[in-house]
């Protein structure tokens, strides 16, 4: 392995300061389950990483309707938060169910965007919850949406010196509801074959008004498939609707075959979660 | 070349000194620099639990934490887990249940387990099982292990 050097920041301009000097070959360790295991592999090479968990600004965890988390805080941190569980379902379920008690205790949820892996469980949920990311650099900051944060598998929008702060997610409405599921072979501590997050919205009569649905471990970034929002908008949250935004997702998924599953598989898995995590998130909604 | 890190920390409830490649990981740090070779290397990319330690109260898997970055925390390891008057009551445990055949991953189970415990001492068999999924064992098949840990609820 390279010989790096590490630099426990403290502050926002600390971290940009080292980013802007050593461009590629610096980036930001938080939980270090895929950083290191990657640099260990020799996957890359770095001069620097700054570990940002000593910044207050990505330790921040504010729940205000709306919520912002930083790019610091843990996994277990944010399911142990009973109010931002009861808000922000669909982000419980991927925080809960990602790695095992040692890596929920350590990994953020940036960190997992910012992998990039198309199996990223927290990723999905991100993007169903509406999430916005705050990236900084030595030369100011940007907002990108965490649905078009992820560019290919192990690829983002992050340019040289930039990092990710905190994410915003949208306050939910009383009859809003989200939930994940993966696939996996175990029952626990395994990478998604394929996992489905889904989002939606009633209206007072109880209609759909917004759903959103995004795939994970099926294409080569998350799949957000709008179709399915456009099919079920306006329509019943009825298991027959489930099963046609199913077969959309079935059709819209692009996955490959590997050592985790096949591509057929890897479909019908896609409709399931589909229909399974949508008909979640409307039990979620009803109860408010 | 990088200059070594000089990092000040607790281990155990002892204070710490010493000096560190900054890329070096807090398993190698235990084991090769400070001698605490209780806590073992399994795979080394945080999917076996063999390393796990307590992190300033939560576990991880020290194969994917550096030692500098334990400055100022606190650390514990399988070689705090037993007292003045003997073995933990898990470690007890875990030697009637025969809870282990090689070894290599139990300094991690117990540790593990020592901190579910501590946090949900009635925690049921299904919260053990789900606790304990980041730690793997290719011996014992689990059942053994789970039972020990349920001996010390009892």
């Given at each position: ?29 938080v939980g270090g389950t895929d950083l290191l295991v ?60 990602i790695g095992?008690?040692q890596i929920?205790?350590r990994a953020?949820?940036?960190g997992n965007?910012?992998n ?173 | ?44 990319d945080g ?13 991880v898997d020290?194969c994917c934490v ?89």
């Open positions: 392995m390279h010989p790096f050097d590490y630099v426990a920041a403290t502050s926002v301009d600390q971290v940009n300061s080292v980013l802007a000097e050593h461009g590629k070959r610096a980036r930001p360790l990657q640099l260990r592999g020799g996957r890359f090479e770095l001069d620097v990483v700054v570990d940002i968990k000593g910044v207050p600004e990505a330790n921040v965890l504010d729940l205000n309707g709306s919520l912002k988390m930083g790019s610091a805080v843990s996994c277990a941190t944010v399911y142990e938060n009973e109010a931002i569980s009861a808000a922000f379902p669909g982000l419980m379920d991927a925080a809960e169910l095992g008690i929920q205790s953020s949820m940036a965007l910012c990039s892996t198309p199996s990223g469980d927290t990723i999905g949920p991100m993007i169903v919850h509406g999430g916005q990311v705050n990236i900084v650099s030595s030369s100011g900051s940007r907002t990108v949406a965490v649905e078009d944060f992820c560019t290919g598998p192990g690829r983002n929008v992050l340019e040289d010196g930039e990092w990710v702060l905190d994410i915003t997610f949208p306050a939910p409405s009383s009859s809003f509801g989200a939930a994940y599921e993966r696939f996996i072979p175990r029952n626990e501590m395994d990478i998604a074959v394929a996992g489905a997050a889904s989002s939606l919205t009633l209206d007072g009569s109880g209609n759909i008004s917004e759903a959103k649905v995004s795939l994970a471990a099926v294409g080569p970034t998350p799949v957000t498939v709008g179709a399915i929002g456009d099919l079920l908008e306006g329509k019943t949250p009825t298991a027959e609707n489930f099963e046609a935004a199913g077969k959309i997702a079935y059709d819209a998924v692009s996955p490959i075959s590997d050592m985790r599953g096949t591509i057929e598989q890897r479909r019908h898995l896609s409709g399931v979660l589909t229909r399974r995590t949508l008909a979640k998130a409307a039990e979620r909604a009803k109860a408010g | 070349m990088v200059d070594k890190i000089h990092v000040k920390t607790t281990i155990n409830g002892l204070p710490q000194e010493f000096l560190v490649d900054p890329f070096m990981s807090l398993l190698e740090t235990l084991r090769d620099v400070l001698n605490l070779t209780g806590t073992k290397e399994g795979c080394n999917n076996c639990g063999a390393c796990t330690v307590v992190l300033d109260g939560r576990i020290s550096l030692g500098a970055e334990i400055e100022g925390k606190t650390v514990e390891t399988i070689e705090g887990m037993a007292g003045p008057d003997g073995l933990h009551p898990l470690q007890q445990a875990f030697l009637e249940e025969a809870a282990l055949q090689c070894g290599i991953c139990t300094p991690g189970f117990l540790v593990s387990a020592k901190a579910l415990l501590e946090r949900e001492p009635e925690a049921d068999e299904h919260r053990i099982r789900y606790w304990l999924a980041g730690n793997l064992c290719r011996c014992t098949g689990y059942d053994k292990i789970i039972k020990a840990v349920q001996k010390v609820q009892a």
